[in-house]
């Protein structure tokens, strides 16, 4: 079996689904169409993109013979993905879900219900974990280099107008639920179950078009001791930005450093005094999709786990609602509480 013989279908051809088709091209997989109740969209997309089938009703893609993968890129509300998920999950389709899966932990909780209930693999797009560099850092941090892992920094600074943005960021909840959920699903990935989180957050009303939380530090405290800081400002006005898919990131162990970004990473170590530059692969758009759905791919042909399944990311959407409950409440708030 090849992983050409895993065709798929797109519900929702918009911005993001441009990046997904330009991914899966490189890779060479196989796309059968797409869906998007924008008519006019959909004739675009599918003459950029040379596909095969595309429809207004999603249904109708689902029901595609060739399609097994439902790959969801449709925006990020409960009311939109639900009956997606549930439609293609009781008809056995596995499904790729755009990250966040959702932005509130319950209606999370629903989309994972829903697939189990049906036993369709469901694995989220959180393609952070899949950055080449990303994958660089993580054999470093996992092999010792930098000896124990105790802290971990992520910056993302930037001034980020969606204005004229139909529908991102009208939201109560924005850049920690949006943004955010990439660093948290990372560092999940990287040190484990979470025990605690404390935000700081708001929103600076200058940025206009913007309903919810504009900036936000986030620290979680890992089972394993590790503790992280995840700072996500989109209203930063100066002249030093960090911006997406640049962010910074550090992390600190008692052997050694590792400092960098999805382009550019150094590991500094202590015994013996060194300095590493890994050579990787690839960047994170569009290279982190492919490589996010490749492994769906692999692990569904062999029928393994995978990396990113709905339930393990419900601890990153709960790291989320953790930190909006925290900046409200102004406290500390437990994992036990949520999950
Ligand atoms: N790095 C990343 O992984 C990344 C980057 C950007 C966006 N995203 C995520 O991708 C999702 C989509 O974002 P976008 O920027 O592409 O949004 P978008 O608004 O550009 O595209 C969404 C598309 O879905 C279509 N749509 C809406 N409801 C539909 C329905 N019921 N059936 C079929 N089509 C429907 C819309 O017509 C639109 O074409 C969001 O969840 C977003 O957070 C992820």
Not at 101 to 126: D, F, I, S, T, W
Not at 167 to 175: A, H, I, L, P
Not at 301 to 326: K, M, T
Request: net charge neutral.
């Amino acid at each position: 079996m090849a992983r050409t013989d895993w065709g798929i279908g797109i519900v929702g051809l918009g911005g993001i689904a441009n990046t997904h088709l330009q991914a899966y091209r490189n890779a060479g997989l196989k796309v059968i169409g797409g869906a998007d109740i924008d008519a006019e969209r959909a004739k675009a997309m599918q003459d950029r993109w040379q596909l095969p089938f595309v429809t207004t009703d999603w249904r109708e893609l689902i029901d595609h013979p060739e399609v097994r993968i439902v790959d969801i890129t449709v925006p990020h509300k409960l009311a939109v993905r639900l009956p997606i998920v549930e439609y293609a999950a009781q008809r056995s389709k596995a499904l790729f879900v755009q990250k966040p899966l959702l932005p509130c932990l319950e209606g999370a909780k629903q989309l994972v219900e829903v697939a189990e209930r049906y036993k369709a693999p469901l694995m989220v797009n959180q393609n952070s974990v899949f950055v080449p560099a990303f994958l660089a850092m993580e054999r470093y941090l996992r092999d010792g280099t930098i000896g124990t892992p105790y802290y971990c920094q992520i910056e993302n600074r930037a001034w980020v107008d969606v204005s004229g943005h139909a529908w991102f960021g009208k939201d109560e909840r924005w850049v920690t639920s949006d943004m955010a959920i990439h660093h948290f699903a990372l560092v999940h990935h990287w040190f484990g179950e979470w025990d605690s989180v404390y935000a700081l957050m708001g929103r600076d009303p200058s940025q206009t078009g913007v309903r919810g939380d504009n900036w936000s530090v986030v620290s979680v405290r890992f089972k394993n001791g590790v503790q992280a800081c995840i700072i996500n400002n989109w209203a930063y006005r100066g002249n030093r930005p960090r911006p997406h898919s640049r962010e910074e990131i550090v992390i600190q162990g008692d052997k050694g450093c590792i400092t960098g970004d999805s382009e550019d990473i150094c590991v500094v170590t202590v015994d013996p005094p060194a300095r590493i530059y890994p050579q990787f692969q690839g960047k994170w758009f569009p290279d982190a999709f492919a490589n996010a759905m490749c492994h769906f791919i692999d692990a569904l042909e062999a029928g393994r786990p995978f990396w990113c399944s709905g339930c393990d990311n419900l601890n990153a959407v709960a790291i989320a609602e953790a930190a909006y409950i925290s900046a409200k409440e102004r406290r500390a708030v437990q994992r036990a509480e949520l999950l």
